[in-house]
């Protein structure tokens, strides 16, 4: 049976599909923005402070209607939970990324350059480490336990750092840039969020093409960057591939920003002739592309002796980490990684298979999650399935033992892009061996440079030759953003990090992409963040998908973003601790 087509998501549920923009109407919109070229260029920094002051309070005023309409379009109504996810990946995000700019604008106003938060270092092999979260008294609270670290490319030093913020506000560019952002389809905050970063960070003006997934969000995205449309800062087209490639190919834009697929990357670069030109080093669009482009994702599951309620934690913790979206998150876990002969794997997959059999389906929205979930299958025929597959939904699926020597292995080399991941065993001498082949096989076996992820204990941790590893492993895991015991999705959310692939990839091979986004400290030269987090924690956190109250938790957290005060504390905290 078909999964739910972007049609039947807009319309089944009560949300028309906007129409496609005309290319006069393009053009229109491209040569507004064009005339703004200078105007924009020319703002003050308390102008970009007060535009940033404008999106937060139009943001909170449509973040009620955004979430309801979100939650029609994915068919979460009947839920628990459903609203809670729209409200942690749409709004909340959103509003604490425009409160994290205008702290940044209000410290390039007073010091020249943005102000790390916390500790700058130097690692022992030479790169600059900035501490970027908690940023103040508010995160300490809320998110106790847990920091982020931006580890910078080499070459960056620790008495220059400052020399390597906020390029665009140190040298102002001569020309203001039109940047065209092609939304992605699956979070409601990537679009706005990847059209914030264009135009505070890089200071360029952005026409953006809703995505026809999620193109029920335009008109809220309308409202809340009012500010920015009405003076001619930013624009929004609707449309499917024809409009996408209009724009692109647009003699007034500069340059291309994309949240999606590798495989869409290469159309716009090389054409529909992609096997062809590639080979050829035949590039049929030149101008600059920068994106963010999906991950094999792996969890690394470092051996310990784990009590039963650390190992019930941690099935939630990982269950959350997939079955968020119904798993239509590109940075959503899709191979855990275990040692040969860890004596509680049955007991850790048995924990990981119950919450998976009690935790309903959700619809599969997306296009083409069938077609994916059915080469899974195919390939691996006696994968565990909970669920049924029926009523437009896909069961959650785990495939267990896969062969970590399989070259033709889709596990390894295909993002799933549903509710589907696999678990792979290698073996090691030691825990200290295990964390160092487990490494190398997620870096050089796995598909995409995104995110990846390790689960480690206290007490394992503190194991010397342990402790040695896996300090070797947060220097050598080539991912954009590393999560250590909580989900890598927590360095998209709290903004102050950076967001995107490990530097390296170009156009002929893209993998996961090029470029970050968030990144509100405006580092110019960032590898990748680095995110931990305790063990185990309570109260739990917010987004596992059995936190019981997670809608009144993502209402009052977005709100709380917009102005963080004492006032709103109580509402916040009770709701969490009604998980």
């Given amino acids: 049976m078909s999964t739910t087509t972007p049609e039947l998501a807009k319309t089944e549920f009560g949300n028309q599909p906007e129409p496609d923009t005309s290319t006069q109407e393009i053009d229109k919109a491209l040569q507004q923005l064009d005339s703004k070229r200078d ?58 990324n425009l409160r994290l700019l205008k702290r940044t ?31 103040d008294a508010w995160d300490k609270l809320l998110f106790a336990g847990t920091t982020a670290e931006v580890w910078m490319q080499p070459g960056v030093t620790q008495e220059r750092l400052h020399r390597n913020m906020a ?21 409601a905050s990537i679009a706005p969020m990847d059209c914030f970063y264009k135009l505070f960070v890089e200071k360029k003006l952005t026409l953006l093409k809703a995505h026809p997934v999620n193109d029920y969000l335009g008109p809220f995205l309308t409202r809340g960057m009012r500010c920015l449309i009405e003076r001619g800062f930013c624009a929004i087209v609707y449309g499917g591939a024809q409009v996408g490639d209009y724009c692109c190919k647009h003699e007034l834009v500069d340059e291309i920003h994309i949240t999606g697929s590798d495989k869409t990357h290469d159309v716009i670069v090389f054409g529909p002739d992609v096997a062809e030109n590639k080979a050829a080093r035949k590039v049929q669009n030149p101008k600059p592309i920068t994106s963010e482009l999906g991950n094999v994702s792996p969890m690394i599951i470092v051996p310990g ?8 934690y941690q099935a939630e913790n ?34 990981l298979r119950e919450v998976m059999k009690n935790h309903p389906t959700r619809p599969a929205y997306y296009p083409g999650a069938d077609n994916r979930f059915d080469a899974f299958m195919q390939q691996h025929p006696d994968a565990e399935t909970y669920g049924s597959r ?42 200290a061996a295990f964390i160092d082949k487990a490494v190398d096989f997620a870096n050089d076996s796995l598909w995409g440079t995104l995110s990846g992820a390790m689960i480690i204990d206290p007490r394992t941790a503190k194991q010397p030759d342990v402790a040695a590893a896996f300090d070797r492993a947060m220097a050598n895991m080539r991912f954009g953003t590393v999560g250590v015991n909580l989900w890598p999705a927590l360095g998209y959310a ?70 963080p005060s004492l006032f709103k504390l109580p509402g ?8």
């Fill in 305 to 312: 002796d784990w009590s039963p309620s650390e190992i019930k």
């Fill in 390 to 431: 029926e009523n437009g939904h896909l069961p959650w699926t785990l495939i267990t033992d896969v062969d970590p020597n399989r070259q033709d292995e889709l596990c390894f080399s295909m993002e799933a892009f549903c509710g589907l991941f696999s678990e792979t065993m290698l073996e090691a001498e030691s825990t």
């Fill in 494 to 563: 709290i903004c102050s990090a950076t967001w995107g692939a490990f530097p390296g990839h170009d156009i002929y091979d893209i993998q996961s992409g090029r470029d970050v986004v968030h990144n509100t400290l405006m580092f110019d030269k960032p590898e990748k963040t680095v995110i931990k987090g305790p063990f185990t924690q309570k109260p739990k956190p917010a987004w596992f998908v059995t936190h019981k109250a997670v809608d009144a938790l993502g209402r009052n957290l977005t709100r709380f973003e917009a102005g």
């Fill in 572 to 579: 916040l905290l009770i709701s969490a601790l009604k998980g």
């Fill in 105 to 135: 604008l209000e410290q390039i106003k007073k010091y020249g350059h943005p102000k790390v938060p916390g500790r700058v270092h130097t690692h022992a092999g030479g790169q600059v480490i900035a501490s970027v979260f908690p940023g």
């Fill in 39 to 96: 105007a924009f260029l020319a703002l003050s920094i308390d102008e970009r402070i007060d535009l940033v002051d404008t999106l937060i309070r139009d943001f909170l005023e449509c973040s009620e209607d955004w979430v309801q309409a979100a939650v029609k379009a994915k068919g979460l109504g009947d839920y628990p939970g459903g609203a809670g996810q729209e409200w942690l990946a749409g709004t909340t995000p959103t509003i604490r």
């Fill in 167 to 187: 390029a665009a506000y140190r040298n102002p560019p001569e020309k203001c840039e039109i940047s065209l952002v092609l939304g992605a389809g699956n979070v």
């Fill in 318 to 351: 990982i269950l959350s980490s997939l079955a968020n979206n119904a798993g239509f998150n590109c940075n959503a876990t899709r191979v855990l990684i275990t040692q040969k002969g860890w004596k509680q794997r049955d007991a850790f997959l048995g924990a």
